[in-house]
């Protein structure tokens, strides 16, 4: 889970920045069918997501 948590954040952080370099995602391009505000709420979300699992998981083994 930590894993994934890991990957869910490094992909999120990485579709917030890339915007703003002027580049798109390949994995999220479908979210910006759903206008502005809806793919920026869904780009949170799964940064959001990943943080918080990585945070709850990374201590187990």
Not at 6 to 23: A, C, H, N, R
Not at 30 to 46: C, E, K, L, N, Y
């Amino acid at each position: 889970m930590k894993e994934l948590g890991l990957g869910l954040l490094l992909l999120g952080v990485l579709s917030l920045i890339l915007p703003f370099v002027g580049m798109k995602s390949m994995l999220l391009t479908w979210v910006d069918q759903w206008g502005t505000t809806a793919s920026w709420v869904i780009r949170g979300g799964i940064t959001l997501l990943g943080l918080a699992l990585y945070l709850t998981y990374r201590n187990r083994d």
